[in-house]
């Protein structure tokens, strides 16, 4: 009787790890296997880490532009841009969030004497809407050589339909004041 106590135990004991192993293993895959997480993160980083010196040079440093026809261009920016950025966004988003929020962040920062850094990304995709995820990114800021903060900022990103893994739209929402901060 005491052998059969030990044998159940021992079966009862093999499949709770084996069930635990199957859950952690199952919950851990869902988190890695979605490369669109892995996009959104990316650009995140890239975004809230710096400022980029050479991303700052090409933008405000007038030996990079030209004028053709009137219309000002910066050939060298356009070329960084796509070598950086041109990976995870279809070609016509990556210039309308350029324009739009892609500067931004990483130019006020620069021009107040702020550094950024990336911490950590919180991202959900829609349950109605398969190319739909939703993000809340931790970034620290540090104004010359200060004490480091925390701020969250939230965002949308919309996947296209068309082109695998590329971001056919980004935009931030709600940044807790996070623009006004960079001016100050």
Known sequence: MY???????????TLIIL???FLISGCSQDE??????TVIQKVLELQFTGPDEKFMD???NPKYKTVNNGIGENLELSKYLE????GYFTESELDSFMMAFGTSYQSVADFN????SF?????????????????IAKVGYQKNGGEEKTINVEGEVLFSTKEEGKIG???YGNDNGFSYILTQ
């Open 169 to 171: 739209r980004f935009s």
């Open 83 to 86: 070598k950086v950025y041109g």
């Open 113 to 116: 004497g702020y550094k950024l």
């Open 19 to 21: 069930i635990s192993g």
């Open 32 to 37: 890695t296997e979605d490369p669109n997480k």
């Open 3 to 13: 052998q059969r106590k030990n044998k159940t135990l021992i079966v009862f004991l």
């Open 58 to 60: 090409l933008l405000w």
């Open 119 to 135: 911490k950590e990304v919180s991202i959900d995709r829609s349950e109605k809407i398969p190319n739909r995820y939703t993000f």
